[in-house]
């Protein structure tokens, strides 16, 4: 049996773990053993939940431990996912039974597929990807590593997400589309240009955020 742990105790740590609890696995393959946060208190105010075992740069990994990363900012979620592999840490991906997974479809490790998300024919989602609420992934869509695509976006088909990139809720990125490594959409926006690396676009349609 294997010990999940969380990686941050926020808000999305707490939906991460009501998310593995319903995943295939949960009991049979794995227990949720807690999570780290560089703050140890921060369940205090909540039930039900497993505790802060430890911060996330000082723990020592066990020989059963697996791990599933919830921190939304993509430069520290990597940052943090770094630290564990470093140390030999090894990650799983949870997906909710209710996501729509069509053929071919590629899935890395360590990912986040929340409730009713759909990810089209073809389409390759990277490592350590957040993909959450109702959010649509084309076919033959290309979504990089670490990336986060909030509830309800659409990548509409042929899209290429790269590496780092956070498309925030109800965005829609057009078909064909290449939104380039550490670029940010802004929520509700439309996109229909290809979007350069580490700059935001907001609006529809959506232009350059200085």
Do not use: W
């Amino acid at each position: 049996m294997k010990n999940l742990i969380i990686i941050g105790s926020g808000g999305m740590g707490r939906e991460v773990f009501d998310l593995a609890t319903k995943c295939t696995g949960f009991k049979s393959e794995f227990v949720i053993k807690g999570f780290l946060d560089d703050n140890v208190n921060a369940l205090n105010s909540f039930n039900g939940y497993p505790p802060v075992i430890g911060k996330i740069l000082d723990y020592k990994i066990d020989v059963n431990d697996i791990f599933i990363c919830s921190v939304g900012n993509v430069q520290s979620k990597k940052k943090y996912i770094r630290s564990i592999m470093e140390k030999g840490g090894e990650f799983i991906s949870l997906i909710h039974p209710s996501a729509s997974i069509s053929k071919n479809v590629e899935i890395g490790v360590g990912c986040v597929i929340l409730q009713n998300a759909t990810i089209g024919s073809d389409a390759k989602i990277g490592d350590h990807v957040l993909i959450q609420i109702s959010t649509v992934i084309g076919h033959d869509a290309r979504i990089g590593d670490y990336s986060r695509i909030d509830c309800f976006a659409v990548c509409v088909g042929g899209v290429i997400i790269e590496d780092l990139v956070t498309i925030h809720t109800s965005a829609i990125i057009n078909h064909n589309v290449k939104v380039r490594k550490k670029s940010t959409v802004g929520a509700g926006s439309f996109v229909l240009r290809n979007v350069k690396e580490s700059t935001t676009v907001y609006g529809n349609p959506a232009v350059l955020l200085k």
